[in-house]
């Protein structure tokens, strides 16, 4: 079977999608062949770079300067190329980064088109210490196999290197990108934890400014939503992919969450239902699903 898979990287300006913005996104489009493991052709190879346009974006610019060196000067007045990107994406049967999550995270919000695909990540979907390697930060992996020496932070040279990487092959002659496909599909069947809660909190108002606690904005079943938690109180408060404000979770479930995100499991939300009450009010109930055996911490494998 041929497929065509997309390695995608973006830098941005924080680690929050909710508060940040990204700034430059690049990626590869590729043909493989899944039966006889080979790599066929390079089919595109694009980067763009854009304005953060939020004020907690703008804000947070200089301490993400030092770590991807883009002037804010090369990205004033830039903006992504929408029509290419998403016909890269629709071309794509899957997609593959070197921390899914955080790209995911970012990516999805600019192009929900993205949520239909098949996601993999190379430095969770690869077992890199079976193998004999102690990190896997992609620095550490391109130096030990002799593909690079530095790492430039910058979207597309990442993908490059990436791409490189998935190239080259374990032990058993299988490439990294074969073994990633496969491992994912695996690990897929193991064991997942969701749990059902209802939100409370609402805030927004409806288009007359009256009865924040009787507005929801539009969501549909299924649809993605975002966990952030309070340092302050760690509570665990949840926002659309559209930066939306929808509530927050009960002491119970939010101490639940917080267990799970500070051992690093990989944790989503989907919206359940929308409901209404007798009062007329709008709440909202979502579900969170937790990866028991995927462990990843979420931005700390692509530096």
Known sequence: MILTGMILDVETTGLS??????????????????????????????????????????????????????????????????EIIKSAIQKADFIIAHNASFDRSFTAKMYPELHSKKWYCSARNIPWKTYGYRSAKLIS???????????????????????????????????????????????????????????????????????PQNFLPDLTISEPVLLEKDEATDRIHVFSFSKQYLGFLSAVHSKKMNTYMNESYKVTAKVLEKMENEKGEHGCRIEMTIEVSAKAKVHSTNG
Request: proline share 2%; glycine share 4%.
């Open 17 to 82: 999608p909710i508060q940040d913005e990204i700034i430059e996104i690049g990626y590869v489009l590729f043909r493989y062949q899944t039966d006889s493991d080979l790599f066929l052709e390079i089919l595109e190879e694009h980067s763009y770079l854009r304005e953060p346009l939020s004020l907690s974006s703008r804000k947070n610019y200089e301490f993400a300067y030092r770590i991807h060196s883009i002037p804010f000067e090369d990205v004033k007045g830039k903006s992504f190329d929408d």
């Open 141 to 211: 992996l391109l130096h030990s196999h002799g593909l690079a020496a530095i790492q430039t932070h910058r979207a597309l040279d990442d993908v490059n290197q990436l791409y490189q990487l998935l190239k080259s092959s374990n032990y058993e002659g299988k490439s990294y990108l074969n073994v990633a496909l496969t491992e994912r599909s695996s690990k897929s069947k193991e064991q997942k934890k969701s749990f059902k809660a209802s939100l409370s909190g609402v805030k927004q108002k409806d288009k007359n400014g009256m009865n």
